[in-house]
Nanobody, 125 residues
Framework: QVQLVESGGGLVQAGGSLRLSCATSGSTFSNYYMAWFRQAPGKEREFVAR???????NYVASVKGRFTISRDNAKNTMYLQMNSLKSEDTAVYYC???????????????????WGQGTQVTVSS
């Protein structure tokens, strides 16, 4: 069982930056793949980025080169550094976690078992 808590969201102007954090507890963080998803009003939850236990990363095309996912196993925390933010990045951002064998199709929200409560990111143009 893993508990996830996001923080770091807020209001930022287009072109600005934010860093989201996902603090975990309840299990061995280093054994879990982790991911960020986002959901804008009226839209489905969308995959943003994933990081494996070995630090391999994947991104949705729209954020490549602007967002960086990372993890600090000593702090049981995952991060999402978001630069050059655009209005279309406005959404509630969620962190997700699960064991590697459960998330082969990692871009699908439905395969991830553990979720945080979400943090709002609003980018003003």
């Amino acid at each position: 069982q893993v508990q996830l808590v996001e923080s770091g969201g807020g209001l930022v102007q287009a072109g600005g930056s934010l860093r989201l954090s996902c603090a975990t507890s309840g299990s061995t963080f280093s054994n879990y793949y982790m991911a960020w998803f986002r959901q804008a009003p009226g839209k489905e939850r969308e995959f943003v980025a994933r990081i494996t236990t070995g630090g391999i990363t994947n991104y949705v095309a729209s954020v490549k080169g602007r967002f960086t996912i990372s993890r600090d196993n000593a702090k049981n925390t995952m991060y999402l550094q978001m630069n050059s933010l655009k209005s279309e990045d406005t959404a509630v951002y969620y962190c997700a976690g699960d064991r590697p064998q459960s998330v082969v199709f990692f871009t699908r929200a439905s395969v991830w078992q553990y979720w945080g409560q979400g943090t709002q990111v609003t980018v003003s143009s």
